[in-house]
C-alpha cells in the first residue's frame, strides 16, 4: 500500500513547512490529485488520519483538489476530457496528447 508511504511524505512537507513558518498548529493541507495517479484516496485519507497523531498536523485536514484526465489530439488539435482511458480523438480518431491527471502535489499547507 503505497498511499502510507505517500500521506508520510505529505505530513513530512506539512510539518516543514509550519517549521519554516513558526507555525505551531496545522490546519488543513490541500492536495492536488490526478485521476491517473494511481492512488486510492479512502486508503490515502486512513493513512493520513493515522500518522498525523502527535504532530502539529493532528486536527488537520486532508483537502483533494481531484484533477481530471484531459488531453489534446495531435492530429485535430483539439483538447478533451479523456473518458475511460480512451486515447483516441472522438472527433478525428487521432492519438491524444496527456495534458493533465497525473498530477501529485502539495498544492498549499494552512498553518497557525
Do not use: W
Not at 498525523?52 to 484533477?67: F, G, H, S
Amino acid at each position: 500500500m503505497h498511499e502510507a508511504s505517500l500521506a508520510e511524505s505529505i505530513i513530512k512537507i506539512a510539518l516543514d513547512t509550519a517549521e519554516k513558518n513558526s507555525a505551531k498548529k496545522i490546519t488543513a493541507v490541500g492536495l492536488k490529485l490526478g485521476e491517473m495517479a494511481g492512488v486510492e484516496v479512502e486508503a490515502l485519507n486512513l493513512s493520513f488520519n493515522v500518522l498525523k497523531q502527535k504532530t502539529p498536523a493532528q486536527d488537520a485536514e486532508l483537502k483533494i483538489n481531484r484533477v481530471p484526465i484531459r488531453a489534446t489530439c495531435n492530429k485535430c488539435g483539439k483538447t478533451f476530457e479523456v473518458p475511460h482511458y480512451n486515447f483516441f480523438c472522438p472527433e478525428c480518431d487521432g492519438i491524444l496528447i496527456l495534458q493533465s491527471g497525473r498530477e501529485l502535489l502539495v498544492e498549499f499547507v494552512d498553518c497557525e
